[in-house]
């Protein structure tokens, strides 16, 4: 008797299992049984080498029904999408996406239609491993620019730690004059110029860089 199987893959950025078997029974699809991986990334990681990929193949039969989110569950890596779904149809299984209600059966023998289902095939799962390459360059970017901000925000490194700035204040305190001050700290005259001017910054820039 033939089944009906939905995969779903589930990261911390794309949509739980609850919310791919919801969209699946809402289009009208009867699922016998679900299979799920977590965790694991569908551009390096083959479906045959996941945990739960593995299952998979070997719980479908001809007749089945693979029923997928849309084809980047199956993978973001153009080459394993199109070569998983087309060693599926030639077992004689048939992958049905819920998204745009895709349908890619190997039982056809007419040749415009296969040239037409086949590059439909690698269309889209072209299209899966492109918007994970455009996925990881922008959080690539994001993170960049998150850390330029940080840089930006704290200001310049102090050329004091904190051992120094307490010296500074102390030595002050006791009319110390920048000169001696400067030998004892080893800073510059400079520096102990600006602490000495604006004790209240120094300190900002001290706790800014967890100093």
């Not at 289902?117 to 491993?129: E, G, S």
């Not at 030595?171 to 110029?193: C, D, F, Y």
Request: proline share 2%; no cysteine; glycine share 6%.
């Amino acid at each position: 008797m033939s089944k009906t199987i939905l995969y779903a893959r589930v990261s911390t950025a794309d949509q739980t299992l609850e919310h791919q078997k919801t969209q699946a029974e809402a289009a009208g699809f009867a699922v016998d049984a679900v299979v799920s991986d977590h965790g694991v990334s569908g551009v390096s990681t083959r479906l045959r080498d996941r945990p739960e990929g593995k299952r998979l193949f070997d719980m479908l039969r001809s007749g089945d029904t693979l029923v997928v989110r849309w084809v980047d569950r199956l993978g973001r890596n153009y080459q394993d999408v199109t070569d998983t779904i087309r060693e599926l149809m030639r077992q004689g299984v048939v992958i049905r996406t819920v998204i745009n209600n895709m349908t890619f059966d190997g039982a056809t023998t007419d040749p415009m239609q296969e040239a037409v289902r086949d590059a439909l095939i690698a269309f889209m799962a072209a299209t899966a491993q492109a918007q994970a390459e455009a996925t990881k360059e922008a959080q690539k970017a994001g993170i960049e620019a998150a850390r330029a901000d940080k840089t930006r925000y704290r200001g310049k490194k102090p050329s004091y730690d904190r051992k120094a700035f307490e010296m500074v204040q102390n030595m002050s305190a006791q009319n110390a004059g920048t000169s001696e001050v400067a030998k004892a700290t080893g800073l510059t005259r400079q520096a102990v110029i600006r602490i000495r001017k604006d004790p209240a910054a120094a300190e900002a820039a001290l706790t800014r860089w967890g100093m």
